[in-house]
Structures are given as C-alpha cells and as structure tokens.
C-alpha cells in the first residue's frame, strides 16, 4: 500500500510540473507509467475519494448566494440534467442505425455524460477575475448536478434495465424517498459532526472530525442504497451553518445544556486555516482519482470506438449549450456566458464511477465504458483548453461584467483604470485585479502584504493619501462603505504601526488588518479582512 501511495505522490507531483509549464491540465495514462500495481480497485479508489472531494467545494459555498439564485442553480442541476438525458436519449434512438439500443440503455449511457466535474470548473476559473454570480452558477451546477445524475442512473434506468415493473408513482415515490432520507441522513452527521468537532481540543482531531462527519454521511446513504453526495453535501452545509451561527448564541441566557452545545467550536482564523487545508486535500484527491483512471483506460479500445465516442461528444456538447441557452435568454445573460458555461460542463470521477458499477453481464458494458472514458478525456483536454482560451481573450469583457455586477456602470474597460475623483480611490474591480497581482508576486518571491481596511468619508481619504500613501501602496474601495489600502512588502508589525497612525488620523473609526499568508486566494483574505472589519476591537488583525 505504501508502495502505491509513492507513486501517486510521486505522479502527483509530475502532473502539477507539467500543468505549471503548460498551464493546461494533465492527465496521466499506464502507457507512460506502470500503473498496474493499482490492481482492480479503481472504483473503490473513486469512493474513497468523492467526499474529500465534495467538502472544500462545500465549505466554499455561500448560503446568502445560493438562495439568491436558487432557481437558476436548481434549473442547471436538475431541470436541465433531464432536459438533456431527455434530448440525448430520443435523439440517438432515433438515428441509432445498425445499434438496436432500448430507451433504458441509452439512459444508462447518457446520463454519466451530464454530471460535470466541480474541481475541474473551480480550478480553471480560480485563474481568473470572472463575476461572482457566473462562478455560482458553473460551480454550484457542477456540485448539484452530481446528485441528480446519480438518482436517475441508479434508482431509475438501472432498475428499469434489470427487467423491474415501475410505475410512475412508484418512481416518484422511490425519488421523493431517497432524497428526504438522504437529506435527513446528512443533517443528522451534521449536527453529529458539529458536537463531535467541539468535543475535540486538537487541531488534528478537529480537522479529521469534518471527514469523519462527511464519510460516515456517504457510506451510511450509499449503504440503505440512497444518495451518498448528498448526504455529504447536506451534512457539510449543516455543519457550517451551525460554525457560522456560533455568534448568535454567545450572547443570550439560555439554558446550560443549550449553553454547553452552543459553545464555540473553534475560532474563525482556525476554521479557516482548515478550509484552506480542505482545498489541498480536494486537489490531492482529485489527482489520485485522475491517476487510477490511467490505470484502466485502455487505448485500443477507445480507438476501435473513436465514431461513438465522437458522436456521444459532439452531441453532449450540442445539447449543454441549447439547455444553457435556455437559461441565457430567460435571465437576459450575455453570450459569452453561453460559451463559458457550456465550456464548463467537463466530466470527471462521477461519470466513471457510474459507468464502472455496471454489471459485467450487461452485454453493452464494455462500449459504453469506452465512450463514457473516451467522452471524460476529450472534455477534459478540449473544453478545458478552449474554456482557457476564450477566457484569456474575453478578459476585458469579464472586467466589464463583474463592474456591472458591482453597480459599476462603464462603457468599456478604460474607464475601470481611472481612480474616483472624489475620494481618489480604485474601484472594487481594479483593486481586486492589484490584490491578485501582489498574491502572485508574494507567491513568487515570498515576501508578505496586509490589507487594512477602514470606513471614513472622501474628504478624510483625501488626507489619508496625501500622510500615508507610500509610493508602491494603493488605496482602493472594498464595497460601497469600506475603503482599503494595500500595504505592499510590509510585515504585520509594520502594517500595525501604520494602522495605528492611520487611526490616530481617523479616530473613532474601527480599523481591520488582514494578512497575506502562503497559500491565501483573494477570497480568503477577503474573508479575513471581513472579519477583522466587523470586530469589536479597535484595531483587529487576522492572519
């Protein structure tokens, strides 16, 4: 077993060199590397790997938003999944020429095809500046999808393939049964989870709990043959709703038991030290399940199937920019953001844990594990490498949206490099845009920055930037109310002497100092920057 995780770490670690030189995302085949010591145990490694997976996706999702855009995230995971196994299923039964496929075989086939890959989405648009509410979309459809496809393979075209007599209430019923019992499987290890993660001192024990919560919710649902992902998902948002409302509780005089259960957990710069571990952890597993899929990719095979894989890719494709254009015309979307969400229907681990469970007695298995795998690597390679492409060149566009999404109304990008003229401040946008540049520079010659972030009317930061703007420094907006400044190559002793002749100058204002650390996403010290802007201390620092 050792031997095996050497190898991935070891496969791990070429991949993310090439990927570095390349900048396009590799995958590994056996014709490379001897990868036999896998064995057959790729679809236990898939498992395995799912909830690692799952839970920094989770943890980075914001309830405020999903519930903004609930409808559109609820037609992109679930009306347009069975739009388009719909579409792909008639559509080839149709033409489907000297094959003589069932409906229910087709199903089989097609729906694998329609659960898109969240780490592959969130990876790429990591690597650019795009509008929150695109990012909510691709990602939050690429985490919801997955539960979707899994019902239908598993609970509705698998019993059907098997000869069972279903009626339509009973289908209902079965749907309507496994997603109740799963949902409540997953706020049950949520609220486990939650109490078991403060019984913990260690910061060790506390960060394996939230896997612990997560794995047990999976196997637990896949055990009673439910929906394992969204128990995870489920218990996950759980947990970090119950982290998130800890405040809300600290305050008021209830009961000791109710006190002792609402105790907080941990504090906000530990939890998010762990979900920045989390997302490692995802990219790691990620990788391993990329590496097993190497191991049993055979070659001859997908070639002696290239016309059915070729056809199954070109109408998957043809189908997710007709189901997304849907969405477009009705929310008034721009056409880029047609592209781009078609772009982001990659497919990953899930399709091929689908295609993998099947029976070996089922006489088409061998073809359809050729097309799905042959499907996977073409999306993979071909939609990520043209989702690049078309990003890099629609960067001014993307600029110009994420504005609007601010309420910042511009006629083309220019505009976005021009300072207020009141307050003598970037704007969100082009401050966001120097924060990720500083992020890249400290990363490359690792040196440290801090962010502090402060509330004062333009006349006051007229003389904030005439006293304490050094040469190499930027003052920028962070919303409608707060202002920032970048403080570049300071340490975070420097950056409290300059927050605290800063408030001399401001006076009552409350001052936040948010710290770059390696490894820090702008998010994250977004995140922090939040949290030390509404302390109840004077001058709060997170790092």
């Excluded at 759980?238 to 941990?266: A, W």
């Excluded at 490692?280 to 391993?288: D, E, M, R, S």
């Excluded at 190559?489 to 409290?496: A, R, Y």
């Amino acid at each position: 077993m050792l031997e095996i995780f050497a190898i991935i770490l070891s496969l791990i670690l070429i991949a993310k060199l090439i990927e570095d030189m390349t900048k396009i995302p590799f995958v590994l085949t056996n014709h490379f590397f001897d990868l036999s010591i896998l064995g057959n145990n790729f679809e236990e490694i898939m498992y395995l790997m799912l909830p690692v997976i799952l839970i920094p996706d989770v943890l980075g999702l914001s309830r405020s938003e999903l519930k903004e855009h609930f409808s559109d995230i609820f037609y992109l995971a679930v009306v347009a999944v069975i739009l388009s196994i719909v579409l792909a299923v008639g559509v080839t039964y149709l033409v489907q020429g000297s094959y003589r496929f069932s409906v229910f075989e087709l199903m089989i086939l097609f729906t694998p095809l329609m659960a898109t890959d969240v780490v592959s989405v969130g990876a790429i648009f990591s690597k650019f500046s795009l509008p929150e509410k695109l990012k909510l979309y691709a990602e939050g459809e690429s985490l919801f999808n997955d539960i979707t496809a899994m019902i239908i393979f598993f609970f509705i075209a698998m019993p059907f393939l098997q000869g069972e007599t279903i009626s339509l209430a009973t289908l209902a019923g079965t749907t309507l049964y496994t997603i109740a019992v799963s949902f409540l499987i997953g706020v049950g290890m949520g609220l486990l989870g939650y109490h078991g993660f403060k019984f913990f001192k260690d910061s060790f024990e506390k960060f394996i709990a939230i896997y612990v919560m997560a794995s047990v919710g999976f196997l637990v649902a896949d055990r009673l043959h439910l929906s394992g992902i969204l128990a995870v998902v489920v218990s996950v948002m759980v947990f970090k709703y119950l982290f998130d409302k800890e405040g809300d509780y600290r305050h008021k005089n209830i009961s000791s038991v109710v006190s002792y259960l609402n105790r907080p957990g941990c504090s906000v710069l530990t939890f998010r030290a762990y979900k920045k571990e989390a997302f490692y952890l995802g990219l790691f597993a990620n990788a391993v399940i990329f590496i097993s899929m190497a191991h049993v990719i055979d070659l001859e095979l997908l070639y002696s199937y290239r016309m059915e894989i070729l056809y199954a890719f070109i109408l998957t494709t043809l189908i997710r920019y007709f189901v997304v254009y849907l969405l477009k015309r009705h929310r008034k979307l721009p056409w880029r953001w047609n592209n781009i969400l078609t772009l982001s229907g990659m497919k990953g681990g899930l399709a091929l844990i689908m295609i993998v469970s099947l029976d070996d007695s089922f006489r088409y298995k061998e073809m359809f594990l050729a097309i799905v795998f042959g499907v996977v690597i073409l999306s993979i390679f071909i939609y990520t490498f043209t989702l690049m492409l078309y990003l890099h060149f629609q960067k001014e566009n993307m600029l110009i949206d994420k504005a609007a999404e601010h309420q910042i109304m511009l006629k083309d990008v220019k505009e976005l490099l021009k300072k207020e003229e009141e307050s003598g401040a970037y704007n969100e946008i082009m401050f966001e845009e120097l924060i990720e540049k500083e992020i890249q520079r400290a990363e490359k010659q690792g040196y440290q920055f801090s962010l502090v972030a402060f509330q004062t009317d333009a006349a006051t930061l007229k003389k904030i930037e005439h006293h304490f703007h050094p040469q190499g420094d930027y003052l920028g907006r962070i919303d409608a109310q707060t202002y920032s400044i970048l403080l570049t190559h300071d340490s975070i002793e420097e950056s409290i002497k300059f927050a605290r002749k800063l408030k001399k100058l401001l006076g009552h204002t409350h001052i936040g100092i948010a710290q770059y650390m390696p490894g820090d996403s702008l998010e994250m010290i977004y995140d922090k920057l939040h949290t030390a802007i509404h302390s109840e201390k004077k001058i709060d620092i997170e790092v």
